[in-house]
């Protein structure tokens, strides 16, 4: 599988992005798909993931009620929507696809990982 994530950019606090992450070789039904992210000086953190079917997801408390994941298998594509930013969500954000349990955030099981794009709020 190779995963391809876009839709980083600049934006002011408060604002809005939806990231994607494109999946190509191979079916993306049949992972659960994970979103991290690293801000410098930081290690990589888990944010959000989504079960194969897209029927389960499960976020971090620093961006729960903020932030969406979501999938459309039929485009092979998984989303993070993101709302109400802030600055500490600066970051390179990351996708993932593993088919480890939903609720590992360990990177090390992760199968493919994403190029990440940049997500920087402006305050």
């Known amino acids: 599988v190779q995963l391809q994530a876009s839709g980083g950019g600049l934006v002011q606090a408060g604002g809005s992005l939806r990231l994607s992450c494109a999946a190509s070789g191979r079916t993306l039904s049949s992972y659960n798909m994970w979103w991290f992210r690293q801000a410098p000086g930081k290690e990589r953190e888990f944010v959000a993931?989504?079960?194969?079917?897209?029927?389960?997801?499960y976020s971090a408390d620093s961006v729960k009620g903020r932030f969406t994941i979501s999938r459309d298998n039929a485009k092979n594509t998984a989303y993070l929507q993101m709302n109400s930013l802030k600055p500490e969500d600066t970051a390179v954000y990351y996708c993932a696809a593993a088919r480890s349990p939903l609720t590992t955030t360990n990177q090390a099981r992760m199968d493919y990982w994403g190029k990440g794009t940049q997500v920087t709020v402006s305050s």
């Open positions: 993931a989504i079960s194969g079917s897209g029927g389960s997801t």
